[in-house]
Every structure is written in C-alpha cells, then in structure tokens.
C-alpha cells in the first residue's frame, strides 16, 4: 500500500485497514482489579524500589496494597508516576511507575507482576490455543522445549499437544505448556513461543485456562472442555468451571473468566438446576449426584458388613 503524506494519497485506505486490524483489540478494563507486569525496576536515593511497566487493567491509587507475583510480597503504593509526574491515579493503558514499599530491588526480576491481593492466578502449567508461523520448519512433539513469553517473563516451557500429535507450520489448535518456573497470569492472556537455541519466532496463542489440571481423562472429554472454555458463551464457560471447581464462590468463577459477570448469570443456572448455591458457594448438580452416590455405597458397604439383627426377647 502507497501512502503520501503530502498529498494524502492512500490514507483512506490506510486508515480503513487500521480500523479492521484493530477491531477485536480487547479494551481496557477500569473494573477489573488492577494489573502490571514489571519490566524494570531499579532503587531511587530516599524513595527505595521503583517498577515500572503498562497497566493493563484496572486503576491504581496512592496507598492501595498490592502483592508482587508470584514471589507473594505483601506491598504498598508511596508513590505513582505516570510519563514522570506525579498522580493519585493510574489507569488502565497508562505507562506507569510505582514506588513500592516493603520490597528490595534484590527480591524482583524482570517479569514479575504487581497486582491486587488474589488478582492474578500462579501457576507452572497452562492449556492454550495456539497458532503455528507457516514459515517454521519444525516438528514439535510432546515435551519439546521452548520459550514461552507472555507479559514480561521469558520462561523455559514443554508443548504437550492435545489436538496434534506433531505440529508442524501452519498448525493451530490446543496444548498443554508446562513451565520450569511459575508465573502470574490471567484466562485470556496473550503468549509468543520462540526456540531456545538458534531464537526463533515460531508461533503464540492465548491462555485459555491459566490453572490447568494434569489430564487423565480422554482425550475427547479434555477437548471438549477446553473448546468450551475458549469459545463457548459466559454461561458454558461458567457451567464447565463449577463442574471441575466445586465450592467455588463468586469471586472465584469472576476471576477464572477474567470478565466483569454478573450474579444473574449464575441465577440462571440455578433456575435450570444446573447449579447449587450452599453458603456462598456453588457446586454442579452432576457432582453432587456423585457425591450421593459415593455416600450411599459407604451406607451400603457398612451395613453389608454390619447387618442389623433382630434381638431375642
């Protein structure tokens, strides 16, 4: 595409393919519980530790508390800096620097996350849907080593294929990533994977459960969930979260989606008898059926072992 700045040749269309390119580009949340991903972080003379990075979502405050991920640091926001002024606020989308108390420059690393108190998920092992470059000329196998970026962290990681047993360029389906380390991510983050040695660009995705199990169901029942999980309605995803998550509350299911749900969307399914609320808590009907089943073969069990006798007058 030609484009002259001069003449403004080109620019209808320029700004027209722009549009298209950045029409499902997800928007910031100012709802959500705020979020940043450290990509430096140094000791400024009187103030102490400074880090810095984007916030991706919600809005930061002077005094709020946040925990650094996934070391677990309790901290405190001194001080906020957005292109070198002094705030209160920090929003979503604003290049941010926080002046962090509680914390030395010696307990951080590049790729660490600063959110609010229960606002990220820690974990080493991560399913996925992932896109292959058509330009790749490997074949990648259960197990292959890679590197895993997402956020600020650079991680080692092994591709376990669900959907292939090779995939090769071009590919896309779901995975399961296992990672040396654990990192602090959200369902829905985005990843780029590269080769360790020579580094290659080789594909990405995005984070469809961020607290992956270790599978031992079949292989049709764990596609079938993860496909519900990525693309089905709130209500499947939220179904399909408390039938592998029992006693889950609110919060829970709200931050496993990583949306802003609503109560009511639950109350449907307690209107279905799908779900049941007991104490703040939801459990699938399917588990508890199971459960009642389990309660009653002990039943069984006890008195085939312990028969009631009629005793002699």
């Known amino acids: ?29 100012f709802t ?31 005094e709020d508390e946040l ?5 677990g640091i309790l901290t405190k926001v001194r001080n906020l800096q957005v292109h070198e002024h002094n705030v209160d606020l920090a929003y979503a989308g604003q290049r941010t620097a926080i002046n962090l108390s509680n914390i030395t420059v010696n307990e951080l690393r590049r790729g660490n996350t600063v959110a609010a108190r229960d606002g990220v998920y820690i974990t080493d092992r991560i399913d996925v849907r992932f896109s292959i470059v058509k330009s790749t000329k490997l074949e990648i196998g259960k197990f292959y080593k890679l590197k895993l970026y997402t956020g600020a962290s650079e991680e ?21 990533i296992l990672l040396d380390h654990e990192i602090a991510v959200l369902k829905g983050d985005r990843f780029v994977l590269r080769t360790i040695s020579p580094v290659t660009t080789i594909g990405g995705g995005v984070i469809v459960d961020p607290k992956a199990l270790k599978y031992k169901n079949d292989p049709d029942e764990r596609l ?7 693309t089905a309605s709130d209500k499947d995803i939220i179904e399909e979260y408390i039938k592998n998550n029992p006693f889950s509350d609110f919060s829970k299911i ?16 307690e209107e279905e008898e ?12 399917e588990y508890l059926a ?4 389990m309660v009653e073969a002990v039943l069984r069990d006890y008195h085939k072992k312990q028969p009631i006798t009629k005793r002699n007058s």
Do not use: C, W
């Open 1 to 29: 595409m030609e484009v002259d700045s001069v003449s403004r040749t080109g620019f209808d269309m320029l700004i027209s393919e722009l549009e298209i390119l950045t029409s499902d580009i997800r928007e910031r949340s």
């Open 32 to 62: 959500k519980k705020p979020r940043m991903n450290i990509d430096r972080f140094f000791s400024v003379k009187g103030y102490g530790t400074v880090v810095t990075g984007t916030l991706m979502e919600g809005i930061l405050r002077t």
């Open 67 to 71: 925990m650094v991920y996934p070391q």
């Open 156 to 176: 080692v990681a092994r591709f376990v294929p669900i959907t292939h047993k090779k995939v090769k360029a071009g590919d896309e389906g779901y995975a399961q």
């Open 224 to 230: 079938r969930s993860l496909r519900i999980k990525d």
């Open 254 to 269: 709200s931050a496993f989606l990583n949306k802003d749900i609503k109560e009511e969307e639950l109350k449907e399914l």
């Open 274 to 285: 799908i779900i049941l609320l007991i104490e703040k808590q939801y459990i699938h009907m």
């Open 290 to 293: 199971h459960y009642r089943y």
